[in-house]
């Protein structure tokens, strides 16, 4: 283990920042979590922990915890906006292959087995940081906005699309890069007619509609659609959503109407240029700090909770702090960026507009080679853990 490292203050209680804490107080290191919220409330809708995400947790001992607050997906379909099929994958048969499951659940039961796992008392609301001490001959520190600080051997970003702590670290103050499409999200307390643990997601002309059966008869769903940045639904969103998607098959009408509109929640999607290095001296990032990603590939938490378990591993597996950051870059960096560009293009690819093109874009995902997906898949759903050795 690193003998420097005692004390981790972690900025951020999302997903990476939460898991992060857990790993590293089951290694003896005294690990806390600051966050700026005043109140950790259930915000978000759903999300998927696909296979590398199961894997990573299987490695800190909570892939089962976390399995039985969601619902395990069977199947993955791409529709046309007719419902017509384009793809198919037999997702329980692929997670298998890498020796685990994809599970779909509501972000606030994520949210809250994390907490639990950790112990409320490693973390302290209201506390916004806004960057780090990092000084030659004295300890790191997180810095908060009300001019405080906490003192550590290593301070870690986990602030998400926003963070303080990437902007000081990189000196880059630049606004995150819109997407040029919005999203609406909602979770409906029935199945409004969903098919139970199949994840689908149905694509038109520059828009598309996701669902996800979540657990407890719950449904998640989302809708894509470009906008000018900053565009903002004056009340009830659902009216315009039924005309948008209303035409689309079913149940993409029945979710809509099914879910009261103060669950309907509406995000620009952003992301950012990649990072080729994500620490410096004592200063670490991780989650959305280090690689935010658009949410078309699904691995947004997932490679939180990757990048998680790697860094405590490679403190528990180094003796020296520079060379356990050295080598979470080495095994992590090139991964998340691949996936952020390939969620960047997938993105980009959905959102085009034209007539034609959408006839040739469906004929080329009815004709791709079901193998040629397998291998992708399986590409992006292997995780092992490079210090299962060191825990």
Known sequence: MADSVRRVAIAGAGIGGLTLAIALRKLNIDAHVYERAAELRPVGAGLSLMPNAMLALRA??????????????????GLRSDGVELSRIPIAEVAREVGSSAVLLHRADLHASLLQALGAEHVTLGRAATGYRDDEGAPAALRFEDGSEVEAELVVGADGLHSAIRKQLTGDARPPEYSGYTSWRGVTDTLCGATPA???????????????????????????????????????????????????????RALIEGTPPERIVRTDIADRPVLTAWSRGRVALLGDAAHPMTPNLGQGGCQAIEDAVVLSGALAAYAKLPNALADYERIRVARANRIVRDSRRLGALAAREGALFQVVRDAMLRWTPASAMHDRFIELFRFEDPFAAAR
Do not use: K
């Open 60 to 77: 800190i001992g909570l892939d089962e915890t976390i399995a039985a607050t969601g619902e395990a997906a069977q199947t993955s379909v």
């Open 198 to 252: 199949q994840l689908s997601e149905s694509w038109g002309r520059g828009s598309r509609f996701g669902i996800a059966p979540v657990g407890r008869g719950r449904v998640y769903w989302f809708a894509v659609a470009n906008a000018p940045a900053g565009e903002r639904d004056a009340g009830d969103p659902r009216p315009m959503l039924l005309e948008r998607y209303g035409s689309w098959h079913s149940p993409i």
